[in-house]
């Protein structure tokens, strides 16, 4: 897993990209010392004192127009914390609008067919989103979600134990009222006494490559 050290940067960093680029102006963290960080062009990280999430959102990038957003998520909490019970109700995304949306149960998800196809194009297409703290040095399942795939848990939870040590992993879905669209997005992870906002933005293909751009450069320096 990668360090905290080697690729989290500081909120200043955070504003200097958005101000550099007009399409990621909005991405700005929500809470009050909550930190973002950009691994990649479709990759973020956000944490505060208490919890830590990572986001990434290539295939929802790639999802416009679509009912379903899948976002692969990873999370721990940090401080070597108490183990921490997170419910599904904890978890919500707010879409453009703004409108929350929450997370989607296990029998909507099995009504939509267990998204086969969603599942199989993540098979394909994903990034790396392997960032954790130091401590972070177990692997574990967020169990949200259990489809007809190979490596899916067999059966769905709608809590999950998140612990310092562990790095827990997986798929999360929402179905988008009038389908996914252009703009940004904040997936919010409530933990016991702060919220993660983790925002990202529904790009162009043209904001897309002002982006990578902009990191090539920033990863230069």
Known sequence: MKS????????????????AVGALAEETPAEAGEKVSFPGTYVRVAYTDEGWVTLGFRLANNSVGEDWMLLQVGMTVQGKREK????????????????????????????????????????????NINY???????????????????????ISKDQVELSYNRGCGGRLFFKIPGG????????????????????FKVMTKDEVKELEKQLKEMKKK
């Open 4 to 19: 905290q050290k080697q690729w989290i940067v500081a909120v200043a960093v955070l504003a200097l990209m958005a101000g």
């Open 84 to 127: 921490f019970m997170l419910s599904r109700d904890d978890v919500t995304l707010v879409v453009p609008g703004p409108k929350v949306v929450p997370l989607a149960s296990q029998q909507e998800f099995g009504e939509a067919g267990s998204l086969v196809a969603l599942n199989n194009r993540a098979e394909v297409t994903s990034d």
């Open 132 to 154: 954790f703290p130091a401590e972070a040095r177990q692997a574990c399942r967020l169990n949200f979600f259990t489809a007809p795939i190979a490596g899916a848990p067999r």
């Open 180 to 199: 996914v669209q252009l703009g940004t997005y904040n997936l919010n992870v409530k933990f016991e006494k702060s919220t993660v906002r983790v925002p």
